[in-house]
C-alpha cells in the first residue's frame, strides 16, 4: 500500500525529480513528455491485458503526472511571490535616498505603490497558500510515483505478487484509496477554512 518512504524501484527514472527544481515551463513540459513516454512503454511491456494496461494509465499515470503538474506550478508560485516581494523591499530603503522622487497621481510615491505591492503579494500569498500547497502536491505525487514504481518493479509491498497480473487487484484498490483520501482531505480543509472565516465574522 502507498507510504512515505523512498521508493528504491528499478523504474524510478533519475533526473526527472523536481523537489525544488525551478526550471523554465518549457523544460518542464519536455521532462514531463519524455518521464509519460518512459513509464508508457514500460506500462506496455507489462503482462496484463489491454484493459487492465489501461486503467494503470488513467488512475496511476495520468493522476501522477497531473499532481507533479500542481506541485511544479505550486512552487514555481510561491518562489516567484517571494523573489518579488524581497526584491521590492531590499529597493525600498535605496529609492528613499534618492532626492526628489517623482510622484505618481492621487499624491502617491514610488516607495508607497511598491508598498502595495508587497501588500497585496503577500495577502495573495497567504490567500492561497502557496508554500503548503506545492509541498502538498509534491509529497502526494511522490507517494504515487513510488507505488506506481513498486507495483512495475514488484517490489516493495508488492514483491509477494509473482506476476504484475496477479497485483493488480492490489495496485488499483491502493491507488483508489489513495485518491479517495485525497479527495476527503480537501474537503476537510475547505470545511475549516469556511469555519474560520464564519468564526472571525462572528467575533468581530
Avoid at 46 to 69: H, P, Q, R, S
Avoid at 79 to 87: A, E, K, L, M
Amino acid at each position: 500500500m502507498i507510504n512515505t518512504h523512498p521508493s528504491a524501484s528499478i523504474c524510478y527514472f533519475k533526473g526527472f525529480s523536481y523537489l525544488g527544481s525551478s526550471h523554465s515551463a518549457n523544460t518542464h513540459f519536455m521532462k514531463t513528455a519524455s518521464l509519460k513516454k518512459q513509464y508508457l512503454t514500460v506500462i506496455d511491456s507489462l503482462n496484463l491485458n489491454e484493459t487492465e494496461k489501461n486503467l494503470v494509465k488513467i488512475i496511476w499515470l495520468d493522476y501522477f503526472l497531473l499532481l507533479d503538474k500542481h506541485a511544479r506550478q505550486g512552487i514555481y508560485s510561491s518562489n516567484t511571490s517571494q523573489i518579488i516581494i524581497i526584491f521590492f523591499s531590499l529597493i525600498i530603503p535605496v529609492i528613499e535616498t534618492i532626492p526628489k522622487i517623482p510622484r505618481f497621481p492621487f499624491g502617491l510615491s514610488i516607495i508607497s505603490l511598491l508598498s502595495i505591492i508587497i501588500a497585496l503579494i503577500t495577502a495573495l500569498n497567504r490567500q492561497m497558500n502557496f508554500d503548503a500547497r506545492w509541498k502538498h502536491y509534491r509529497k502526494n505525487a511522490e507517494m504515487m510515483r513510488n507505488e506506481g514504481d513498486d507495483f512495475l518493479a514488484l517490489s516493495g509491498s508488492y514483491q509477494k505478487f509473482k506476476t504484475h497480473s496477479d497485483g493488480f487487484q492490489y495496485f488499483t484498490t491502493a491507488i483508489t484509496l489513495f485518491r479517495r483520501q485525497e479527495i476527503n482531505q480537501y474537503f476537510d480543509s475547505e470545511k475549516e477554512k469556511v469555519g474560520q472565516k464564519a468564526n472571525a465574522k462572528n467575533a468581530e
